[in-house]
């Protein structure tokens, strides 16, 4: 917590109105101050995704953001483990000034960890046929931005 903020303590002779106030005071701070951190902290939204095998045509295993798979299919884990372990390299659109002041429309490749916004679309995006997730799925999934990192 910040303590530029916190109101100063009584004396040790202060009476028991100066302490009770000084409380109130201090629990006041305490619970703006973690109202705050916990609206600029939002909750980490765990989205699971089903995975198809479109060849079999059937579902083969689940991917959640924190890049817990589920699976009995050994093909899917293999060719998963790399995103896994490394996360999935994806690009970014992104604009930066150029050394004459022109704005420059670019793509910059980051890696998407598990855990992180955007983790389960790009896992699904690099996945190899036959394997994805249903098309109205993939639309609802939110993407890697980069202000968010």
Known sequence: MDDSNQPERPPPDADAAE???WMEEDFGRAIAEAAEEHAS????????????NHEQ???????DTDGNLNTESEALRRVSQEYLDEGVPVLVPTTYENEDGETVHADCEVIVEPGSRGFVRAFVDELPSPFDCGPDVLINLPAHDLEQD
């Open 41 to 52: 902290n939002k909750a980490h939204e765990v989205v699971e995704v089903k995975i198809i």
């Open 19 to 21: 302490i009770a106030q």
């Open 57 to 63: 045509d059937e579902v083969v295993g689940t991917i």
